[in-house]
């Protein structure tokens, strides 16, 4: 496991979905300019979604690592990789 952090500089409410091995599974949602800490696995897959006019949108995919309390990633800086189109 791996200490992650990540701040929502947006003002838009986040969500953010962490799906790791051996079933894990995080979703919490992050309301604007909060700091969420929280525990995963190294090869966790981190995914930050907001909610557009239609439904549900994935702005971006970290991996748990590029998120660890050291480096640490901003909503608005659009660190780490884009959801696809």
């Known amino acids: 496991m791996v200490g992650c952090s990540y701040r929502n500089t947006s003002d838009r409410i986040l969500i953010i979905k962490c799906c790791g091995d051996q079933h894990f599974f995080l979703e919490r949602v992050v309301f604007p300019f909060e700091l969420l800490s929280f525990q995963a696995p190294k090869q966790a897959l981190v995914e930050v979604w907001t909610h557009g006019l239609g ?13 660890s309390s050291e480096e640490g990633v901003d909503a608005v800086s659009g660190a780490g990789s884009q959801a696809p189109e």
Do not use: K, S, T
């Open 55 to 67: 439904g549900p949108e994935l702005i971006a995919r970290h991996g748990a690592e590029e998120l």
